[in-house]
């Protein structure tokens, strides 16, 4: 099947099964990716203790695990319905948000992808360079690294881990470490509101949580946030900014449809 | 007194006395929830650490306890400001998010209900079939059950518990052992966006710091959320949606009189 | 230089260096304090684990204390990030919500205060007056203290500490001890929003990261967020309200420029 058909199918199963979708993140985008989840049409549940996410797990279709503020208590959380995600066959979508900035964050998403062995990873090209054991250049959470070898590091790092494996930037690329996928939607405005990235993954998991076909739900993930960006770029009036672009965001992608996804995505293959 | 010249009352209290709404709550939706109260006419106060609370809701006027992100470190605060709120007359407003869902929240919701005997319980039919020791299909903190039975179902828990018990869905139902009040605003967009039902409860709270008539405090809040609700769907133009539907919803209660809420209130007694 | 010149100066620089603000805040209007840090201009990074938060704000240009909800975990957090800070010549800007509430805030302020000796101090007039060793009716983290004798308790303050203290209110003072400024943008609505005065310092921080000057990097913050107000409520139409404003308060801080600030600015000096 092409990646159109693919991803036109992914979101039809998301709108008729309405996929729990369980994270464990930070606090900081927690109330935005609960919006953007039932934004597309999936339903988020965002129990974080120790006591009961293994139990919480149990009901949901895919468990998203964001580091951005990561702490020993919630450490221990992701490990534990991370296990439990494993034993029930229910995907795992890794955001290892700002890995290399700190050892605490390279400590734990090194030890949360070698325990879980995730079906997704997502993150800038710092991060995911970080992940593969190359040199970047780390400023806080956010992505300095130069994105020309966006393709070879995703392939590469796909085939060792096993993971499908994006990078979100100007360009974005997913890889399963055999195909590898170049997505051209989006806007630069995106990068001047928190939280577009942690989004991203949650739309990811969200495809991932209908459709076990993960290679396409990181493709429609990234692709309907960067079509929900456009849009929502196109409709700012001046005096308008990212305050009234974060609401057009969130309305671009309750009304996105399969036929407009599969439709108005720029995809390349390499 | 007629149940709209009540619930004018109570929303003339609010904006009167501005309460301080004291919440320990879920960090999903803690900053819609300290918007609503400031919408409504009331103040908010989110501190949650055991060390403060039992002081802090000494100058509340209601505490609202939502267990939607509950953890060791908040169970244990809201025990404790929940006991102090008691000795005080402070009425305790609890939203049991996802009770059923896992034994933690079981456990948490019940124990809370005992120790504190909450003025107002507020939940979807799934939690408070719960709480009632009815059997619930449960999704995450999804409400799946039926709702045909909300009335009996309220009036019997309210009356074992002494609380006043508030069930939200297409129809609300509060009652309070000896009363039952349908409410029919709302629209069903409501449900698309995260947080509608914990905002509902911080509203509760809000009515019952200012009044304490709990009944009226429960019927006004969530008409108040049904009312907001509708005229900001009522705005969306093609092309919004639930982003700029959230912006209006809080517009809406802001710009609530005692008036259009006693007016446009669809109240029906059973 | 003239004040309108340095804070031409100051906008400039962060809009040309983009600093990393660290905050440890809390969890009620972090989002909204990342999403203004990104709209003048700047980076936010919110970590507040003490595992992580000496080695993150190595990489920070200023860094963000917020007592809003604050516990044992953030509050050593604080501490160890603080004391990395001034090792590194990082400027701490602490916003000591609530303080005087309870003996938890007070006691924390104070430690903060003593151990740190932050650059920049904001608050509202029953903060400052707290931490001045004043009598103040407190309700809450809201103020109900006078303003009238804001500049003298400004001043002396700021002699006492070696800070620069911000005082907001309707007429905003900032002082370094010698200079006292008193500023009138601004509107009332804005604190109808939960988060503005988080939101103020946030900014504060952002303009200290980018420009050594302190006491300008106080009124900048200030002004910028006045002037957003102002923006935000010209804008609002018949049936909009805090909903609404809040989208236009991001907008009018993301499209604001140095030469806006500077002739839009009302300062005055005493």
Redesign the interface.
């Known amino acids: 099947m092409e990646i159109r058909e693919q991803i036109f199918k992914s979101l039809s199963a998301v709108k008729e099964k309405s996929p729990?979708i369980?994270h464990i993140t930070?606090?900081?985008?927690?109330?935005?990716c609960?919006?953007i989840v039932?934004?597309i049409g999936g339903?988020?549940?965002?129990?974080?203790?120790k006591?009961?996410v293994a139990?919480?797990v149990g009901?949901?279709s895919a468990l998203v695990l964001n580091i951005?503020?990561?702490?020993?208590?919630t450490i221990e959380s992701m490990l534990s319905a991370g296990i439990r995600a494993k034993e029930l066959g229910v995907p795992v979508i890794l955001d290892p948000v700002?890995v290399g900035?700190?050892?605490?964050?390279t400590n734990t998403a090194e030890k949360l992808i070698k325990e879980l062995k995730p079906e997704v990873i997502r993150g800038n090209m710092s991060e995911i360079k970080v992940l593969a054991g190359l040199e970047v250049a780390?400023?806080?959470?956010?992505s300095l690294a130069d994105e020309e070898d966006s393709s070879v590091v995703a392939q590469k790092l796909a085939s060792e881990l096993g993971s499908v494996i994006a990078i979100t930037g100007k360009t974005d690329v997913v890889s399963d470490g055999t195909r590898v996928c170049l997505l051209d939607n989006g806007h630069r405005i995106l990068a001047?509101?928190?939280?577009t990235g942690c989004m991203t993954t949650s739309l990811i998991g969200t495809f991932c949580g209908a459709d076990k076909d993960y290679f396409t739900g990181a493709v429609a993930g990234i692709i309907s946030m960067g079509l929900a960006g456009e849009?929502a770029y196109a409709?700012l009036r001046p005096?308008?900014?990212?305050?009234?672009f974060?609401?057009?965001?969130?309305?671009?992608?309750?009304?996105l449809t399969p036929e407009i996804l599969a439709k108005e995505g720029r995809i390349r293959y390499e």
Chains 1, 2, 3 share one sequence.
């Open positions: 729990l369980h930070n606090y900081v985008t927690v109330n935005d609960a919006n039932l934004a339903s988020p549940v965002m129990a974080d203790d006591e009961e139990e919480m009901f949901a951005g503020t990561l702490n020993a208590r700002g900035a700190t050892q605490l964050r780390i400023k806080g959470v956010d001047d509101v928190t939280g849009f409709s005096g308008e900014g990212i305050g009234t974060r609401a057009r965001l969130m309305d671009g992608i309750y009304n």
